[in-house]
């Protein structure tokens, strides 16, 4: 696919963190996903990957050859053989994005210094109680390390796993309501993440038919990112396929 005038404006690094101190709220999925978007759209991608269970990097082992390529940078290691910590963490001249995925707890320094570098944070969170809970406390503590660090970084919220219609997701809506920190996308729950997880693609890499509504929620995430706009609420009869290189 062409590149748009809108993209060109890709050519500018970013490094974008995905971060939350609570295990399983779908770091990986979001950065994988992310990674693979951008790299569909023509965009120079490097995925890092500082979590020792190395998961992502799994996922970049097993993307198909045929599948635009993603560079993958492995950085839960402190030391790679014979070459320099900043050696083993270069990154391609031409990257245009990193993702950034990390693992569910860090120390206060290995935070700060992602912090320094990062673009814009993304916080993934589940609804549920208990991850609402341990997310707001995470919030909080993010705010007040950038706040200490003199760093206006963009913070956004990604509510993972959504059903809709349900209690659950209610409740953290409200929980989230007097924040500071906005909602700036909803992903919904979808067998589709599982299996892109174990084929080294994004859900919109698939074979299986992706539904609209995952692309759009993809999209007004990656709008989020690149202009900073939320929008207000999301088109209720959307039929339209959003690609990011459309908005
Ligand atoms: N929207 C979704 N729908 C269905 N399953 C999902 C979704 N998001 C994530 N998962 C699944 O939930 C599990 C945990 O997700 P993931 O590994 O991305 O979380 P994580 O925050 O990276 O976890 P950790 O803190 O252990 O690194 C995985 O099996 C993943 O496939
Ligand atoms: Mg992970």
Redesign the pocket.
Known sequence: MPKSDHWSGFRVMKRLL?L?S???????????NLAGLYAASGTSTTLFDY?P?G?SQRWLDLRPDHFPNIHGVFAATTTQGAVTRSYALRVPSDTERIIV????SMKRLEMMEMLRKASAVVV?VLPSGIDCHVTLDFLKQLSDLCRQMGLNLPIGIVA???RINTRSFKKLKESLEDLDVPLVAI????????YA?EAGCAITEMKEPVFKKDNLQWSILINWLETGRIPSTIPPNTTEILHPLTI
């Open positions: 995905i939350n609570k295990g399983g709220c779908g770091k990986t999925t979001i950065a994988t979590d269970q998961s995925d990390t693992p569910a993934p993972n796993r959504v992903l919904r729950e979808s067998q589709n993440y599982v997880a």
